[in-house]
């Protein structure tokens, strides 16, 4: 049985998440911890639930949602998981946003390359990728689809979107992204944002405002309105 934690960690309050699956074996998706008391403390609750974790997901890579990969990866020799079109912006300080917000996590891991379709399977646990590209160009979702769980990171937030002002955002892209591949998932599929509180599909689909403009019904024809006639040669 899966059981799910969030931890809130650094400046921006990024979600990090830990799935708990089979036999005390984890995952652990944007892991955000980026100093001192903020490893203590991560570290601290993996071993009070006795869990060991198997491999990383990252949804993207602005510094935010990284900071703690390369500790986890160095504790305990487990692959990083990523799509490689957001490699560059791992790599270069100004895309990650660390000379902009002066933070500067540790960037020296490995990753190993997914796209759109792939499945992780680790810790008893089935995660298929979702390209989300919008928020950044290798932006990724994460779904378990068994468990009805979408971590969807900085793409979709209860009541809110990705901002798509940063460098390589582009909104066109995420409304796309968002539209024609997480919209279009189940209903009671439960989102774990980035940021912020958890919602369902559902929800989004029917309350988020960013989203209205392209879930308006169309227009049911009046009833009192007569049928306009059109006569070839009239």
């Given amino acids: 049985m899966l059981k799910l934690y969030s931890h809130t960690y650094n400046l921006f309050e990024e979600q990090t998440y830990v799935a708990g699956g089979a036999e005390g074996r984890c ?8 100093n001192e008391s903020e490893r203590a403390d991560f570290f ?27 500790e986890l990866q160095r504790r305990y020799g487990i692959p990083v998981y990523m799509n490689e079109d957001d490699r560059k912006v791992i790599e270069n300080p100004d895309l990650r946003l660390s ?28 995660f298929e990728v979702i390209a989300t590209p919008g928020h950044t160009p290798g932006g990724v979702c994460w779904l378990v689809r068994d468990e009805k769980l979408l971590f969807t990171g900085d793409t979709l ?10 460098s390589f955002g582009e909104y066109d892209d ?24 958890a919602s369902t599909i559902a929800d989004e689909r029917t309350g988020n ?10 227009e049911e024809p009046d009833p009192d309105q007569p049928p306009i006639i059109i006569r070839p040669g009239a």
């Avoid at 917000?101 to 008893?124: H, I, L, M």
């Avoid at 937030?157 to 940063?166: H, S």
């Avoid at 405002?209 to 169309?218: A, D, I, R, S, V």
């Fill in 174 to 197: 995420e409304i796309r992204s968002i539209m024609e591949k997480l919209m279009l998932l189940d209903g009671d599929i439960r989102i774990f944002p980035g940021h912020g509180p």
């Fill in 99 to 126: 000379r902009l917000w002066k933070r500067f996590p540790d960037t020296g891991f490995s990753t190993s390359a997914v796209r759109d379709g792939d499945r992780v399977e680790a810790a008893g646990l089935t």
């Fill in 27 to 34: 995952v652990v998706v944007d892991p955000g911890f980026c």
């Fill in 44 to 70: 601290g609750r993996l071993e009070e639930e006795k869990l060991t974790p198997e491999a990383v997901l990252l949804t993207h890579g602005h510094l935010d949602h990284i900071g703690g990969a390369a």
């Fill in 209 to 218: 405002p960013f989203l209205e403009p392209f879930n308006e019904p169309e």
């Fill in 157 to 166: 937030f209860a009541g809110a979107i990705g901002r798509t002002d940063l």
